[in-house]
T-cell receptor
């Protein structure tokens, strides 16, 4: 596979569930990002990882927990979410120092019931 | 503060030109971008412009930057039905450039009618 892949593409979870979103990039990039896209709102940057180190946490609630085990993989662990967390979660990657070249995955459509 | 504003909708006829406008607030932004999002897909980087440029042309796409007014536009010539998508404007404030933070607008939904 090439580019940025995300799994699952769709996820429905209850407020008491624990689930994880996975992102994988095959571009040799060193920076990875999580974004939240809600309807009719600007994309919200959640987390940035450079060389597996978290460099940005944009005041995200602790019920979202990122993990970056290596430069190719990024996870978003979810627990005790709220209905307002329902959104499209997008992963992106870029060469280090070139954030203007962000390549996005197709996203995971999350619904919290 | 950081804010990027776009109109939410634009409708054009096939073959016409489309112009999508954007205003931003952070004059330190060194790069400004246009992304395209097709239904069910992630964002695709269409083009970007350095802040020291006024114009950039790439095939059917023309980007115009008015740095004084902090206004960015994307013109699509000979618009096709395949151009129907949501277009996002984004800026990269210098403060955050090392961290890779992009500030996105709400997106403009372009509808192309045959």
């Amino acid at each position: 596979e090439t580019g940025v892949t995300q799994t699952p593409r769709h996820l429905v979870m209850g407020m008491t569930n624990k689930k994880s979103l996975k992102c994988e990039q095959h571009l040799g990039h060193n920076a990875m990002y999580w974004y939240k896209q809600s309807a009719k709102k600007p994309l919200e940057l959640m987390f940035v990882y450079n060389f597996k180190e978290q460099t940005e946490n944009n005041s995200v609630p602790s019920r979202f927990s990122p993990e970056c085990p290596n430069s190719s993989h990024l996870f978003l662990h979810l627990h005790t979410l709220q209905p307002e967390d329902s959104a499209l979660y997008l992963c992106a990657s870029s060469p280090l120092g070139r954030s203007y070249e962000q390549y996005f995955g197709p996203g995971t459509r999350l619904t919290v019931t | 503060g950081e804010d990027v504003e776009q109109s939410l909708f634009l409708s054009v006829r096939e073959g016409d030109s489309s112009v999508i406008n954007c205003t931003y607030t952070d004059s330190s932004s060194t790069y400004l971008y246009w992304y395209k999002q097709e239904p069910g897909a992630g964002l695709q980087l269409l083009t970007y412009i350095f802040s020291n440029m006024d114009m950039k042309q790439d095939q059917r796409l023309t980007v115009l930057l008015n740095k004084k007014d902090k206004h960015l536009s994307l013109r699509i010539a000979d618009t096709q039905t395949g151009d129907s998508a949501i277009y996002f404007c984004a800026e990269a404030p210098l403060t955050y450039n090392q961290g890779g933070k992009l500030i996105f607008g709400q997106g403009t939904e372009l509808s192309v009618k045959p």
